[in-house]
Nanobody, 124 residues
Framework: QVQLVESGGGLVQAGDSLRLSCAAS????????MGWFRQAPTKEREFVAA????????SYADSVKGRFTISRDTAKNTMVLQMKNLKPEDTAVYYC?????????????????WGQGTQVTVSS
């Protein structure tokens, strides 16, 4: 079992940056494939970014490519989503997810563990 806790959300203006973190307790995150998803009001949860166990493979949704960067901080047992040039349409609750398997997945069904989410609000 692993518990995931997201942090770093907040209210920012368009064009600003935010750094989200996903911390884990109970297990070492380097043994998990991991991802970020987000859910805006009245919309379904959608894929944002994913990273493989060793960090060597990443994938991004087209809407965030070039602006968001997913990475691991092995020493801190965390996963990070660096978000730059934020837009109002990035407003959502952001969730981190993990699964103890290899590769990456852009599907929600590819993950077994989920955090509670952190709110990101971008004003225009």
């Amino acid at each position: 079992q692993v518990q995931l806790v997201e942090s770093g959300g907040g209210l920012v203006q368009a064009g600003d940056s935010l750094r989200l973190s996903c911390a884990a307790s109970g297990r070492t995150l380097s043994t998990f494939r991991m991802g970020w998803f987000r859910q805006a009001p009245t919309k379904e949860r959608e894929f944002v970014a994913a990273i493989s166990r060793n960090g060597g493979t990443t994938s991004y949704a087209d809407s965030v490519k070039g602006r968001f960067t997913i990475s691991r901080d092995t020493a801190k047992n965390t996963m990070v989503l660096q978000m730059k040039n934020l837009k109002p349409e990035d407003t959502a609750v952001y969730y981190c997810a993990a699964s103890p398997v290899g590769g990456i997945s852009i599907m929600m069904t590819g993950y077994d563990y989920w955090g509670q989410g952190t709110q990101v609000t971008v004003s225009s």
